[in-house]
């Protein structure tokens, strides 16, 4: 059984949103997909109850006010934490997951959070790569916004390639990540269509293809990373 928790100490990044689309994923892949919130706002539990009957069913366990049993024939069971879990909760939390994906905006303070609280789960609670594996996703990346466009035209002109200014944003993060060696699996694009498909209680894998494109194949090396034993903690001896 798979056992993937999204976390992050600061609200808004996507937690939920990866949550919903993860196990939207895996459920079309014909998984037994268990969706366990510990958030009490229970957003993932809302989204569930927007999923439409016909949909490849997913079940939803209120973890938060729940004790999180899951049927031994599940084959994923995705975890969606509130904002705000530090400290011993933090721990015993991580402890349930094999893997911890952390999504992080692309603002420079959501970057520094993130390190901070990367720092506080490794090193304050203790937790080895042995036991849990962790990767980062940057979430929401404006792509042809306007602002973007005129600014790339301005850095064509000075010879600036805008891509690279993207990848300067999360540079420090980077540097961060790989000292501890966890991965930066890949960045996702603001879109409408997340906000589309979770209206509906969907995943943006449920869309028409030609609208997701580009989505999807931004989720590509997450899903590849998350199908590889690199995402998997070491087999205890
Ligand atoms: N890649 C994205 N593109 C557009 N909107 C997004 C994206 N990711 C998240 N959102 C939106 O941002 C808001 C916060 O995301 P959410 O998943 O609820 O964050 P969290 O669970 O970490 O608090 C939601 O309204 C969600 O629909
Ligand atoms: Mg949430």
Redesign the pocket.
Known sequence: MRKIM?L?A???????????NLASYYAAQGKAVVIADF?RQG?SMEWLEARPQDRPPIRGIAAWRDSVRVPRSTDYVIM?VP?GTHGPDLTALVRRAQTVII?VLPSPTDIRAAAHFIHEMLLVGKIVRDETRVAVVA???RENSSIQNSMESVLNGMNINFSTLNTQIYHNLERFLSRLKIPFVTT????????VA?ARGLGIFDLNRSQVTH?IEQWRPLLKWLDSKRSMPNPVN
């Open positions: 999204l992050n600061k609200g808004g990044c996507g937690k939920s949103t990866l949550t919903t958030d957003s969606d904002a999504p979430n929401r990346v996702l694009r603001e879109s409408q269509n997340y906000l979770d989505d």
